[in-house]
């Protein structure tokens, strides 16, 4: 009888134990994704051919507190109320950009690259982004020709402002529709692809 009840006592421990265990790693997973490593699926072609849709990337989350953007990064931020509805918090003239930020945040997550950081001077020739008085540096941007894609009257990101495009110059909601966005809604860079397995890498 003593025997028995021991048994039962060992199973219930073991059976604590592991609900303890699993306790403490679900803990642990829901730490790094809310502080460290965040995962990302890309959701539209705005980024093609960097990322396809479908495809799932790994957000550093820690490194947005201590260091800012580059030129160049694909960052995961939320995007403007207006960017809900394609618009501009203040509508520019025909043919231009949206130069006037939101101060509204809206729900989306959205994954652009950094095309421009405060204070740069930007505009679109030939399709081509000129930034600062230069070609830009993105051998995977895709070359567009709609209106959206050319504005030669030359803008100035504001302060404390990124100007975000997609890859997909001419499938791209971005900057040049709802305006520069905040650094402060930034989530992180985006700086590997775990999904597809034929995909996975550094980007």
């Not at 950094?114 to 020739?125: A, P």
């Not at 941007?141 to 030669?152: L, V, Y």
């Not at 302060?159 to 809604?185: E, Q, T, Y």
Request: net charge positive; aromatic share 6%.
């Amino acid at each position: 009888m003593a025997r028995r009840e021991k048994k039962a006592k060992s199973a219930g421990g073991s059976l604590v134990e592991l609900v303890g265990i699993v306790i403490v790693a679900l803990g642990l997973a829901l730490g790094i994704q809310a502080f460290l490593i965040k995962p990302y699926k890309i959701p539209s072609e705005s980024m093609v051919p960097t990322l396809e849709i479908g495809q799932r990337v790994l957000v550093n989350r820690v490194a947005n507190n201590f260091t800012d953007p580059k030129r160049g990064d694909v960052v995961v931020f939320k995007a403007p109320v207006e960017a809900q509805s394609n618009a501009c918090a203040a509508p520019p003239p025909a043919g231009l950009p949206c130069v006037t930020p939101s101060t509204r945040k809206g729900p989306e997550t959205f994954i652009k690259r950094v095309v421009g950081l405060e204070g740069d001077r930007l505009k679109i020739e030939n399709g081509k982004v000129v930034r600062n008085g230069k070609p830009e540096d993105n051998p995977a941007a895709q070359r567009c020709e709609s209106g959206d894609c050319t504005f030669t009257n030359e803008i100035r990101v504001p302060k404390g402002h990124l100007w975000l495009m997609g890859d997909n110059r001419g499938a791209s909601s971005d900057s040049r529709v709802w305006g520069p966005v905040p650094r402060d809604w930034i989530i992180g860079e985006a700086f590997s692809t775990y999904w597809p397995p034929k995909r996975i890498g550094l980007l």
